[in-house]
C-alpha cells in the first residue's frame, strides 16, 4: 500500500496493495523499529566481546535507557552478569571492586554468595550528550582482580565507544520518524480525507503507471467509470452530511470487490474511477456487476429514512481500444456511464467499437 503511494509519486514500480491506500502496511512502525532494536544489539554485542576479551573477564555487561534506544530490549532475557548489574544504581563515576566479598556494600548481595559467585565488578557510567547518566558498561567475573588505573580509562574508552554508537542509532531513529512524518504528510496529498481512497489526481497517476507497465508486457488493461445514481436528490432531500455518509459507505464497498492490485480514486463529486492492470473487458464487465450488486445488496437508512442505492458504470479495455491513451479511455467509459444512465441506472456498460 504504501508502495502504492510511493508509486503515484513517481517513485520506482511495484503494484501491491494499491486498492486500500488507507490500510498502511507501511514497514514503518513495527518493521523499521524491530530492524533498528536489530541494529543496536548487533553493535552493543560487539562492543561487549571487545569488553571480554580486552579484559579477560566473564562477562562485559551494557546496559541503558533513553528516549530513543534501550539497551538490552525490555522483553530481552538477561543472563546472570547483566541480572547483577541490572540490580545496582548506574555509577556516578569509575567504580572497581576487586572482590565483592570484602566489599561493605556488596558483600551480602545474592550474586556474591550464589554459586557460582560474582567476585569482580568494575563499571563506568554512560552519559546522554547533556551529560545526563542513563546507564553503565560494566565488567564481571567470577574470581577477584586487580584493577589499576590503565584498565580503568580503557573502560571509560569503552563507555565512550557505547555513548557514540548510542548517538548514532539516536540519529537513526530519528531519521526514521522523519522519514514517517514525511510520508504520511505525502499519503495526504494523494487520499481523499473523507472517502479514504485516492484522489482524483493520484488515481489518474496510478492510471498512467500501470498503462505504460501493462504495454511494456503485453497485457491488457481495462477501468471503469462509477457514478452513484441520484446522489444529488439525496443531498437535496437529506443534506450533505448525509450524502457524505452515504459516499463513504459506497466507497467501502466498491473498494471491497477490488483485488490488491487495482485501484481506486474519486474521480469527481460522486464519481469513481477504477483502475484494473492485467484486465481484459470480461473481467472488468464482472468486476463492475460485483461493484454494482455489492452497492444495491444493503440499504442505507438516513434520518429513518431507507434509501434504495444504485451506481452506473461504464467500461473500457485496450483489448477492444489496443491504441487509445489513457484520456481516450476515460471518455470512452465515460460515454459507456451515460450510456448506462440513459438505459435506466443500476446497471454496468461496456464500450464497444464502432464496428462491433
Given at each position: 500500500?504504501?508502495?502504492?503511494?510511493?508509486?503515484a509519486?513517481a517513485?520506482p514500480?511495484?503494484?501491491?496493495?494499491?486498492?486500500?491506500?488507507?490500510?498502511?502496511?507501511?514497514?514503518?512502525p513495527?518493521?523499521?523499529?524491530?530492524?533498528?532494536?536489530?541494529?543496536?544489539?548487533?553493535?552493543?554485542?560487539?562492543?561487549?566481546?571487545?569488553?571480554?576479551?580486552?579484559?579477560?573477564?566473564?562477562?562485559?555487561?551494557?546496559?541503558?535507557?533513553c528516549?530513543?534506544?534501550?539497551?538490552?530490549?525490555?522483553?530481552?532475557?538477561l543472563?546472570?552478569?547483566?541480572?547483577?548489574?541490572?540490580?545496582?544504581?548506574?555509577?556516578?563515576?569509575?567504580?572497581?571492586?576487586?572482590?565483592?566479598?570484602?566489599?561493605?556494600?556488596?558483600?551480602?548481595?545474592?550474586?556474591?554468595?550464589?554459586?557460582?559467585?560474582v567476585?569482580?565488578y568494575?563499571?563506568?557510567?554512560?552519559r546522554?550528550?547533556?551529560?545526563?547518566?542513563?546507564g553503565?558498561i560494566?565488567?564481571?567475573?567470577?574470581?577477584?582482580?586487580?584493577f589499576?588505573?590503565?584498565?580503568?580509562?580503557?573502560?571509560?574508552?569503552?563507555a565512550?565507544l557505547?555513548?557514540?554508537?548510542?548517538?548514532l542509532?539516536?540519529?537513526?531513529?530519528?531519521?526514521?520518524?522523519?522519514?514517517?512524518?514525511n510520508?504520511?504528510l505525502?499519503?495526504?496529498?494523494?487520499?481523499d480525507?473523507?472517502?479514504?481512497?485516492w484522489?482524483?489526481?493520484?488515481?489518474?497517476?496510478?492510471?498512467?503507471?500501470?498503462?505504460d507497465?501493462?504495454?511494456?508486457?503485453?497485457?491488457?488493461l481495462?477501468?471503469?467509470?462509477v457514478?452513484?445514481?441520484?446522489?444529488?436528490?439525496?443531498?437535496?432531500?437529506?443534506?450533505h452530511p448525509?450524502?457524505?455518509?452515504?459516499?463513504?459507505?459506497?466507497?467501502?464497498?466498491l473498494?471491497?470487490?477490488?483485488?490488491?492490485?487495482?485501484?481506486l480514486?474519486?474521480?469527481?463529486?460522486e464519481?469513481?474511477?477504477v483502475?484494473?492492470?492485467?484486465?481484459?473487458?470480461?473481467?472488468?464487465?464482472?468486476?463492475?456487476e460485483?461493484?454494482?450488486?455489492?452497492?444495491?445488496a444493503?440499504?442505507?437508512i438516513v434520518?429513518?429514512?431507507?434509501?434504495h442505492?444504485?451506481?452506473?458504470?461504464?467500461?473500457?479495455?485496450?483489448?477492444?481500444?489496443?491504441?487509445?491513451?489513457?484520456?481516450?479511455?476515460?471518455?470512452?467509459?465515460?460515454?459507456?456511464?451515460?450510456?448506462?444512465?440513459?438505459?435506466?441506472?443500476?446497471?454496468?456498460?461496456?464500450?464497444l467499437?464502432?464496428?462491433?
Open positions: 500500500m504504501s508502495v502504492a503511494l510511493d508509486q509519486a517513485m514500480l511495484n503494484a501491491e496493495r494499491r486498492s486500500q491506500p488507507i490500510t498502511v502496511a507501511d514497514k514503518l513495527g518493521e523499521d523499529a524491530c530492524a533498528w532494536q536489530e541494529q543496536l544489539e548487533q553493535q552493543m554485542a560487539r562492543i561487549r566481546r571487545i569488553g571480554r576479551q580486552l579484559f579477560g573477564v566473564a562477562d562485559c555487561v551494557i546496559l541503558f535507557r528516549h530513543e534506544c534501550e539497551f538490552p530490549a525490555a522483553t530481552a532475557r543472563g546472570a552478569g547483566e541480572a547483577f548489574c541490572a540490580s545496582l544504581p548506574y555509577p556516578e563515576g569509575s567504580v572497581a571492586v576487586p572482590d565483592l566479598r570484602r566489599d561493605l556494600l556488596l558483600s551480602e548481595h545474592a550474586s556474591a554468595t550464589a554459586t557460582p559467585s567476585r569482580f568494575a563499571a563506568h557510567p554512560l546522554n550528550p547533556e551529560g545526563t547518566i542513563i553503565s560494566s565488567l564481571v567475573d567470577y574470581a577477584p582482580r586487580a589499576d588505573e590503565g584498565a580503568g580509562r580503557m573502560l571509560a574508552d569503552l565512550a557505547v555513548e557514540r554508537e548510542m548517538q542509532q539516536s540519529l537513526n531513529a530519528q531519521q526514521i520518524a522523519l522519514q514517517k512524518k510520508k504520511s505525502r499519503r495526504r496529498t494523494l487520499v480525507p473523507m472517502l479514504k481512497i484522489n482524483r489526481g493520484a488515481i489518474l497517476r496510478i492510471l498512467g503507471i500501470e498503462a507497465r501493462c504495454d511494456k508486457q503485453g497485457l491488457p481495462a477501468l471503469i467509470v457514478d452513484l445514481d441520484f446522489f444529488k436528490k439525496i443531498n437535496d432531500s437529506h443534506g448525509a450524502g457524505d455518509a452515504v459516499l463513504i459507505n459506497v466507497a467501502a464497498r473498494r471491497s470487490c477490488l483485488r490488491p492490485q487495482e485501484a480514486g474519486r474521480y469527481g463529486g464519481e469513481f474511477l483502475v484494473l492492470p492485467g484486465a481484459c473487458h470480461e473481467t472488468a464487465l464482472a468486476i463492475g460485483r461493484m454494482r450488486e455489492a452497492v444495491a444493503q440499504d442505507e434520518g429513518g429514512v431507507t434509501l442505492l444504485s451506481i452506473s458504470a461504464g467500461i473500457a479495455s485496450t483489448v477492444q481500444f489496443p491504441s487509445a491513451s489513457t484520456d481516450e479511455l476515460i471518455s470512452l467509459a465515460d460515454t459507456a456511464l451515460y450510456a448506462a444512465k440513459d438505459a435506466g441506472r443500476n446497471r454496468v456498460m461496456q464500450a467499437p464502432a464496428h462491433a
